[in-house]
């Protein structure tokens, strides 16, 4: 069975500065990987998604992520957050073939933003 | 407009009632899936459709009953509410392609007293 591990609960960062959110993931074919977020009080938007080729994936607001397939990791990464940022961000894994007919989602990581 | 929507978007209820939450989606995808979120533990799966004939249980299906009444309508409901059921409930949908990326509706929350 697939399963994703989000091991940071919370984050607090200073605008302005970066930042790294940790995904691993446990799926034994190739995985569809996913960067969600939630913004206080509406529904999941995606960030990013990787399928295949580059391991370095571009997303949308400046967000990136990089697979690595020998960590069993997709950790988000931004080089500078905005205040915008404060939200909750999930991790999922999907696939297209096996058992894996739908997403699975970690637990997800509570992002604050200082001034 | 949106392309996936949630009726209602907020309901108080009382234990024991019966409750029906809707979704309907415009994206003309074919598989549908409703989720309930409970702070610390992300998304759970409830029940998934991959067409109009087509049923799964999710990962918490007990309690719940779905009706999938056309491509784009896919109802979940509580046949009779308990608290422990008091959650954000999302909606998503999705093609068969694409490594089943999703696409939310903006969630119902519901409060059962």
């Known amino acids: 069975a697939q399963s994703v591990t989000q091991p940071d609960i919370h984050i607090t960062v200073s605008e302005g500065a970066s930042l790294e959110l940790r995904c691993n993931y446990s799926?034994?074919?190739?995985?569809?990987l996913f960067w969600y977020v939630q913004s206080p009080g509406q529904g999941l938007q995606l960030l990013l998604k990787?399928?295949?080729?580059?391991?370095l994936v571009q997303g949308i607001k400046g967000f990136e992520a990089e697979f690595k397939r020998s960590q069993s990791s997709f950790n988000l990464r931004k080089p500078s957050v905005h205040w915008s940022d404060a939200a909750e961000y999930f991790c999922?894994?999907?696939?297209?073939?096996?058992?894996?007919?739908?997403?699975?989602f970690g637990s997800g990581t509570q992002l604050t933003v200082l001034p | 407009d949106a392309d996936v929507t949630q009726t209602p978007r907020n309901r108080i209820t009382k234990t024991g009632k019966r409750i029906m939450l809707e979704c309907s989606q415009t994206k003309g995808h074919d598989r549908m899936y409703w989720y309930r979120q409970d702070p610390g533990l992300g998304l759970r799966l409830i029940y998934y459709?991959?067409?109009?004939?087509?049923?799964n249980k999710g990962e918490i299906s007990d309690g719940y009953s779905v009706s999938r009444q056309a491509q784009a309508k896919f109802s979940l409901s509580l046949e009779s509410a308990i608290p422990n059921q008091t959650a954000l409930y999302f909606c998503?949908?999705?093609?068969?392609?694409?490594?089943?990326?999703?696409?939310f509706g903006p969630g119902t929350r519901l409060t059962v007293l």
């Open positions: 459709s991959f067409d109009v004939k087509d049923i």
């Open positions: 990787y399928f295949s080729g580059d391991t």
């Open positions: 999922a894994v999907g696939s297209l073939s096996g058992s894996a007919r739908q997403l699975t």
């Open positions: 998503a949908t999705s093609v068969g392609l694409a490594g089943n990326e999703q696409f």
């Open positions: 799926y034994g074919a190739t995985p569809y």
